[in-house]
């Protein structure tokens, strides 16, 4: 684990994470926030539970009018629900993701979250391009589609699911197409965003690269 405590931040500090599916951000964005001893909010379970609440309901998720109600009707009890974490769920959230409306409703609370009184650590698709623009360190963590899909289809055999490589990388092929193609928020580093890339790292080297660009930013302000 690398050197943490001399960065504790004494004044707010905004991070916010952005990148692929499966490239390491929730890892990197839990560590972020536990070490610096900041609130964190995974970004991906709003439009998990949203497609989940609208599959449970049997609702079309093409419905953009629908899953608009379901966006703006969301309570933070949603977010604990239990049957959020997995693939399928995750696709859920891809689709009813491109609706604007869908974004719209949710725009206000994750930015009441960022402008805590610590700040806060934010991983997603969109928080540093739309949600907060403002962060004070924006970062992009990727990785090869390939890379991702090896990491998924072990993860998954690590748990006794049997699985297939090519088919687990057809759909996180599908996933970025669908996250980077939509019209409204498309998944894309920031301008001022620091790209790691996580296809050849562990999860100490990705936070060791994430807390130097924290200290750089530190040190610069
Ligand atoms: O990060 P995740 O895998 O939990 O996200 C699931 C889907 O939710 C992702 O494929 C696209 C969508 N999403 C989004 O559009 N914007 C975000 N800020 C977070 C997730």
């Known amino acids: 684990m690398p050197e ?6 004494k004044k707010p500090l905004l991070i916010a994470i952005d990148g692929p599916a499966a490239a390491g951000k929730g890892t990197l964005a839990q560590s972020l ?7 964190y909010l995974d970004t991906g379970l709003l439009y998990r539970a949203i497609g989940k609440l609208m ?5 079309d998720l093409d419905d953009a009018r629908a899953a608009t109600v379901v ?10 629900r239990t049957d959020l974490r997995g693939r ?7 689709r009813v993701a491109i609706h604007p409306g869908v974004r719209a409703a ?6 009441d979250f960022a402008h805590g009184p610590r700040g806060a650590v934010l991983d997603g698709r969109d928080i540093g ?17 390939e890379v991702r899909a090896r990491r998924r289809t072990d993860e998954l055999l690590a748990k006794g699911r049997a699985v297939d490589y090519e088919a687990i990388l057809t759909e996180v092929k599908a996933r970025d197409e669908r996250d980077s193609g939509r019209a409204e928020a498309p998944l894309r580093p920031a301008d001022d965003a620091v790209v790691i890339d996580t ?5 100490d080297e990705v936070l060791a690269k994430a807390l130097s660009v924290v200290e750089n930013w530190q040190q610069a302000r």
């Open 106 to 111: 949710l725009v206000a609370f994750q930015r």
């Open 55 to 59: 599959q449970i309901a049997g609702l």
């Open 88 to 94: 399928e769920a995750g696709e859920l959230a891809s």
């Open 4 to 9: 943490i405590s001399g960065l504790l931040p």
């Open 33 to 39: 926030a536990a070490g610096l001893d900041l609130p």
């Open 71 to 80: 966006a703006q009707r969301l309570t933070p009890d949603d977010l604990r």
């Open 199 to 203: 296809s050849a790292l562990g999860p």
């Open 129 to 145: 391009t739309v949600i907060c623009p403002d962060a004070d360190v924006k970062l992009y963590v990727t990785a090869s589609p």
